[in-house]
């Protein structure tokens, strides 16, 4: 059995065993991401309408004003869990709230880029061959995928 790289502490904090190329990518993630929710539109990035599903998909009035409503709130929590993913990209351990944080950036990043790239769930366990144009894209979405596995695990224990 492979070791959890997410541990659970008896203090309830959690021990990262990333390895420096892991925290790379993790620390290269807030930017793009902050530039989706920034300057892209649901309309215009299937990623972002993944993210941003229409509550009132039949009603353009209803949904306008819970985008009022909501949608900022929505964007403001995401921004903040980027924020803390950003500052604890190389720490060795997060408290409850950190580890909240980084699964929420981390399946949100997953997510858009799941969307991006048309993964479904009949591609799991498929390998992509390395000059495929989107591999190294599926690689960052497949990675995401078991950190977040491991996240879960670690906050479930």
Do not use: C
Request: aromatic fraction near 4%; charged fraction near 30%; proline fraction near 7%.
């Amino acid at each position: 059995m492979t070791p959890r790289r997410v541990a659970r502490r008896a203090d309830g904090h959690f021990d990262l065993d990333l390895p420096p190329e892991e925290r790379t990518l993790l620390r290269s993630l807030p930017a793009s991401m902050r530039l989706a929710l920034t300057e892209g539109t649901p309309a215009d990035d299937p990623g972002l309408a993944r993210l941003n599903p229409k509550a009132y998909p039949a009603d353009d009035e209803l949904e306008a004003e819970y985008r009022d409503l909501i949608g900022n709130e929505l964007d403001a929590g995401r921004l903040a869990a980027l924020d803390t993913l950003e500052a604890t990209a190389d720490a060795p351990t997060l408290d409850e709230n950190q580890m909240e944080a980084w699964m929420r950036a981390i399946n949100d990043t997953r997510l858009l880029l799941g969307t991006r790239l048309a993964v479904t769930e009949d591609r799991a366990g498929r390998e992509v061959p390395d000059d495929h144009p989107d591999a190294q894209a599926i690689a960052v979405y497949d990675y995401l995928s078991w950190l977040e596995e491991q996240l879960v695990e670690a906050l479930l224990d």
